[in-house]
């Protein structure tokens, strides 16, 4: 089933769980994410970011994505990650986006709300969920920069209300890429951006961060959770093993190696976030 991200991200906000969403790079992930989901019988979001998308074109990751999620049993959205362009998140919605992150963190604040708003105006006319982010998740990955500013609740509050997101992606301390110690995620921000967002919330940088750690974020009220880095090594990791072999010239070899580590690290992250059994 192809849909908007909504309704699974609030049934997870109603359950108590979290949907994992997974960047994808070529089709061997989007193949690898969705065959994870069937074994799991989980809903799941297939992500690109903007350097993803000029890599493969929207064109081609709503032909992939759709094509699997329209033979798939359990629920497939595509989500547009971490874009900062007005322009660029409504051309996402018109070639088939069904979920879309609008992100004006590196503006001022007004002028992040007027973006925002406006997205959310004209995503919502066509049915499309929208995704945005106050505070800053820090690291790099994917072309995606910036430094840790930990999310007002104060702010929050007022953002929210104004602009009207379906979906609040919240900065507790988490950063993109792979971490080089433990992250340490404010946990007492957590519980008061919960009680004071009447929304589901996101977790950015899952990838790297421990498995109790992304519990307790989900116990608390996060209902969204990002993977991307680690599947990236996971896929790059068997393919360089495959082509250990000399002998392997053939892509479908090395490259099933690499949708065949990235389906099994997905089904970890999917039990991780309690949504396993939840598409039945």
Same mark, same amino acid.
């Given at each position: 089933?192809?849909?908007? @991200?909504? !309704?699974?991200?609030? $049934? %997870?906000?109603?359950? *108590? /769980?979290?949907?994992?969403?997974?960047?994808?790079?070529? +089709?061997?992930?989007?193949?690898?994410?969705?065959?994870?989901?069937?074994?799991?019988?989980?809903?799941?979001?297939?992500?690109?970011?903007?350097?993803?998308?000029?890599?493969?074109?929207?064109?081609?990751?709503?032909?992939?994505?759709?094509?699997?999620?329209?033979?798939?049993?359990?629920?497939?959205?595509?989500?547009?990650?971490?874009?900062? @362009?007005? !322009?660029?998140?409504? $051309? %996402?919605?018109?070639? *088939? /986006?069904?979920?879309?992150?609008?992100?004006?963190?590196? +503006?001022?604040?007004?002028?992040?709300?007027?973006?925002?708003?406006?997205?959310?105006?004209?995503?919502?006319?066509?049915?499309?969920?929208?995704?945005?982010?106050?505070?800053?998740?820090?690291?790099?990955?994917?072309?995606?920069?910036?430094?840790?500013?930990?999310?007002?609740?104060?702010?929050?509050?007022?953002?929210?209300?104004?602009?009207?997101?379906?979906?609040?992606?919240? $900065?507790?301390?988490?950063?993109?890429?792979?971490?080089?110690?433990?992250?340490?995620?404010?946990?007492?921000?957590?519980?008061?951006?919960?009680?004071?967002?009447?929304?589901?919330?996101?977790?950015?940088?899952?990838?790297?961060?421990?498995?109790?750690?992304?519990?307790?974020?989900?116990?608390?009220?996060?209902?969204?959770?990002?993977?991307?880095?680690?599947?990236?090594?996971?896929?790059?990791?068997?393919?360089?093993?495959?082509?250990?072999?000399?002998?392997?010239?053939?892509?479908?070899?090395?490259?099933?190696?690499?949708?065949?580590?990235?389906?099994?690290?997905?089904?970890?992250?999917?039990?991780?976030?309690?949504?396993?059994?939840?598409?039945?």
């Amino acid at each position: 089933m192809y849909v908007t @991200s909504k !309704e699974m991200i609030y $049934a %997870a906000r109603k359950g *108590g /769980y979290a949907v994992p969403a997974f960047n994808a790079e070529n +089709l061997e992930m989007v193949q690898a994410i969705v065959a994870a989901a069937e074994k799991m019988k989980s809903p799941v979001m297939i992500q690109t970011t903007p350097s993803t998308v000029k890599y493969l074109t929207l064109r081609q990751a709503v032909a992939m994505v759709k094509a699997e999620g329209e033979a798939a049993s359990v629920p497939v959205a595509l989500h547009l990650d971490h874009c900062e @362009s007005y !322009e660029d998140v409504m $051309a %996402a919605v018109d070639a *088939g /986006y069904t979920s879309v992150m609008i992100d004006g963190s590196k +503006l001022p604040y007004e002028e992040n709300i007027a973006v925002t708003k406006k997205v959310v105006e004209d995503a919502h006319a066509k049915g499309i969920t929208v995704e945005a982010e106050l505070g800053t998740v820090g690291g790099k990955e994917d072309g995606h920069s910036a430094d840790i500013a930990y999310t007002d609740p104060d702010e929050a509050l007022d953002f929210f209300s104004r602009t009207g997101v379906d979906i609040f992606a919240v $900065a507790i301390g988490t950063a993109h890429g792979f971490y080089k110690g433990e992250p340490k995620l404010n946990f007492e921000l957590l519980g008061k951006l919960a009680e004071t967002i009447e929304a589901p919330l996101v977790l950015h940088g899952g990838s790297g961060v421990p498995d109790e750690m992304i519990r307790k974020t989900i116990e608390m009220g996060i209902n969204k959770v990002n993977f991307a880095t680690e599947l990236r090594a996971a896929m790059t990791k068997a393919v360089r093993e495959s082509l250990a072999d000399e002998g392997i010239i053939d892509p479908k070899k090395f490259m099933g190696k690499g949708r065949e580590a990235v389906i099994e690290l997905c089904c970890h992250k999917i039990k991780l976030c309690g949504s396993d059994g939840k598409a039945e």
